[in-house]
């Protein structure tokens, strides 16, 4: 629990900067799970800011990023390939061929075999070693609403009412939300090496005490994190005030 989001931030950058040192020491990649969304903003800003002033090099690093939009163009300003951009891969040296990003623009008959794609792809390269999270006021990670199995793996889901009104913000109006995203599954994630879940602010009171210390269950997909073995829960005072 820290005085403030900012300075949880940092420590959430300072562990996945030393995970990408040592896998650079064994001459390995580093691979990456990455969140979009208010939450991880100010760790992306430590990380570049390591990355211009601390000598971070990207060169070893493969992004997954957990979700996006379904439809949604990359060039449109809610897109999460547009975000993650803006954020972080355009201020470091990471190889473009290395970013990965759900794509939102498939016709929806090439879905099911791209999300299987996902999958793989990520097995591929060794797993995720750190998997940065936030949570939604539904207790979703990445887009698995409540009902989500820990089994669920990359696939196409519809978003909760709930979050499609917090999303309402970045579309102007609620009705232009897309209804439906690509998202990694629970299980997925849950095959993480390591996981950072990050909660800044009062919103996030509730659900995170539900997560932390309610019981495991669907109805709150996020506390199925209750169930692996190294988890680092970031948060600030804020976030932190339902718990016992
Ligand atoms: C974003 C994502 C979502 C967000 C969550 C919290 O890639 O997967 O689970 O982490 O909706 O969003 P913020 O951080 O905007 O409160």
Redesign the pocket.
Known sequence: IFENAQEGAIRAAHEIASVIRSKQKEGRNAVLG????????NVYRELVRLHKEDNLSFKNVITF???EYYPMKPDELQS?VYFMHEHLFNHIDILPENINIPDGTLPIEKVKEYCLNYEKKIEAVGGIDVQL?????TG?????EPGSSNQTVTRLVKLDPL?IT??AKDFIKEEFVPLRAI?MGVGTIMKARKIIL????E??AKILQKTIEGNISDEVPASFLQQHPNVQVIVDQWAALELT
């Open positions: 990455l969140a979009t969304g208010t939450s991880p903003i990023n957990l979700d999460y999270l936030g949570i939604g006021r979703h990670i990445g887009f698995n979050t917090d999303a998202t990050l909660a800044w602010g919103g996030k």
